[in-house]
């Protein structure tokens, strides 16, 4: 059974950089069938994709956050890490990371449970 | 970008309503369209797939339908644990995008 787990500070102050790591087991991150998928929920929001990231480094960035945004696939580790820039209180949010498929099958099919990361001095 | 949007915004129910939920997408995605539950303090959970496949698991209640730029979900015969939120998104293309979301209340 796949499991993905969240990990990082809970609290990064404005302008500072936010960073998050996915752990995945029970399925490897090298998988050539699969995109490993940051989500973000603002407090009583909706959902909001953040971006996609291939396991050969390749990536689809949401364009509204796409220069501050850095994403990667660690296969060694079996990790997502996820790094985004100049943080506002806009940017507090639950991360999820996620899975979907590769080839046009861009529906989340696993889930890690989130962590909630707050902007805030 | 490919907007979504969903109607109601919230809707209340009791133990054995039907209740419809729609969702309208900006443009044609085909039946590229993906349904979610949410509930509070958890992650969201994959309901239906390319517009009307359930996902493993997913009760029969549950069905979806539609192509092109609307689509429906129905939850028929609501259970106590179907109270939750519901998000639709479209799995077309790059930037992904989720609608609003339809919040299912008890009545």
């Known amino acids: 059974q796949l499991q993905l787990q969240e990990s990082g500070p809970g609290l990064v102050k404005p302008s500072e950089t936010l960073s998050l790591t996915c752990t995945v087991s029970?399925?490897?991150?090298?998988?050539?069938?699969?995109?490993w998928v940051w989500i973000r929920q603002p407090p009583g929001k909706g959902l909001e994709w953040v971006g996609s990231?291939?396991?050969?480094?390749?990536?689809y960035h949401n364009p509204s956050l796409e220069s501050r945004l850095t994403m990667s696939v660690d296969t060694a580790k079996n990790q997502l890490s996820l790094k985004l820039t100049s943080v506002t209180a806009a940017d507090t949010a639950v991360y999820y990371c996620?899975?979907?498929?590769?080839?046009?099958?861009?529906?989340?099919?696993?889930w890690g449970q989130g962590t909630l990361v707050t902007v805030s001095s | 970008d490919i907007q979504m949007t969903q109607s109601p915004s919230s809707v209340s129910a009791s133990v054995g309503d039907t209740v419809t939920i729609t969702c309208r997408a900006s443009?044609?995605?085909?039946?590229?369209l993906v349904w979610y539950q949410q509930i509070p303090g958890k992650a969201p959970k994959l309901l239906i797939y390319?517009?009307?496949t359930l996902q493993s698991g997913v009760p029969s209640r549950f069905s979806g339908s539609g192509s092109g730029t609307d689509f429906t979900l129905t939850i028929s015969g609501l259970q106590p644990e179907d109270f939750a939120t519901y998000y639709c998104?479209?799995?077309?293309?790059?930037?992904?995008?989720f609608g609003p979301g339809t919040r299912v209340n008890i009545k």
């Open positions: 029970g399925g490897p991150t090298s998988s050539s069938y699969y995109y």
């Open positions: 998104q479209q799995a077309n293309t790059f930037p992904l995008t």
């Open positions: 390319t517009a009307s």
């Open positions: 443009q044609g995605i085909n039946n590229w």
């Open positions: 996620a899975r979907h498929y590769s080839s046009g099958r861009y529906w989340l099919d696993y």
């Open positions: 990231s291939y396991y050969s480094g390749y990536n």
